[in-house]
Protein backbone atom coordinates (compact mmCIF):
# COMPACT_ATOMS: atom_id res chain seq x y z
CA UNK A 1 0.00 0.00 0.00
CA UNK A 2 1.68 3.74 -0.82
CA UNK A 3 0.28 6.86 0.78
CA UNK A 4 1.03 9.93 -1.56
CA UNK A 5 3.92 12.01 1.00
CA UNK A 6 4.01 15.17 -0.95
CA UNK A 7 6.94 16.45 -3.30
CA UNK A 8 6.76 13.71 -5.38
CA UNK A 9 7.63 11.37 -3.33
CA UNK A 10 5.25 8.36 -1.92
CA UNK A 11 5.27 6.84 1.38
CA UNK A 12 5.25 3.13 1.95
CA UNK A 13 3.06 1.25 4.74
CA UNK A 14 5.08 -0.72 7.34
CA UNK A 15 3.95 -4.29 7.90
CA UNK A 16 4.06 -5.94 11.30
CA UNK A 17 2.08 -5.54 14.92
CA UNK A 18 2.95 -2.44 16.82
CA UNK A 19 0.97 -3.91 19.84
CA UNK A 20 4.09 -6.26 20.09
CA UNK A 21 7.54 -4.15 19.01
CA UNK A 22 10.85 -6.27 18.51
CA UNK A 23 13.57 -5.01 20.62
CA UNK A 24 16.03 -2.25 19.47
CA UNK A 25 14.34 0.00 16.59
CA UNK A 26 10.70 -1.22 16.61
CA UNK A 27 11.10 -1.44 12.36
CA UNK A 28 14.38 -3.66 12.69
CA UNK A 29 12.54 -6.38 11.73
CA UNK A 30 10.86 -4.89 8.63
CA UNK A 31 13.51 -2.32 7.47
CA UNK A 32 15.58 -2.88 4.50
CA UNK A 33 18.16 -0.91 5.89
CA UNK A 34 18.62 -2.58 9.22
CA UNK A 35 21.35 -4.02 10.81
CA UNK A 36 22.67 -6.16 14.11
CA UNK A 37 22.87 -2.51 15.84
CA UNK A 38 19.06 -1.73 14.91
CA UNK A 39 18.44 -5.30 16.74
CA UNK A 40 20.23 -4.29 20.03
CA UNK A 41 19.73 -0.96 20.52
CA UNK A 42 17.18 2.14 19.95
CA UNK A 43 18.42 4.98 17.58
CA UNK A 44 18.34 8.26 19.45
CA UNK A 45 15.97 10.91 18.38
CA UNK A 46 17.93 13.38 16.24
CA UNK A 47 17.35 16.16 13.89
CA UNK A 48 18.63 16.09 10.47
CA UNK A 49 16.96 19.40 9.73
CA UNK A 50 14.65 22.21 10.50
CA UNK A 51 11.44 20.48 11.92
CA UNK A 52 12.15 17.00 10.86
CA UNK A 53 13.58 14.23 13.37
CA UNK A 54 14.24 10.63 12.42
CA UNK A 55 15.06 7.83 14.56
CA UNK A 56 17.63 6.00 12.80
CA UNK A 57 20.97 4.71 12.76
CA UNK A 58 21.08 4.76 9.13
CA UNK A 59 19.61 8.20 8.00
CA UNK A 60 22.70 11.17 7.92
CA UNK A 61 21.55 14.57 7.71
CA UNK A 62 20.98 16.17 4.45
CA UNK A 63 23.71 18.85 3.31
CA UNK A 64 22.67 21.99 1.82
CA UNK A 65 19.30 21.48 2.36
CA UNK A 66 16.78 24.83 2.24
Given at each position: ???P??????V??V??????P?????????C??????????EA???D???????????????????
Amino acid sequence: MEFPAGRGRKVHAVSGVPSNPPSGCRFSTRCPLATAQCSDEEAPLRDIRPGRLVACHHVEPRRNHP
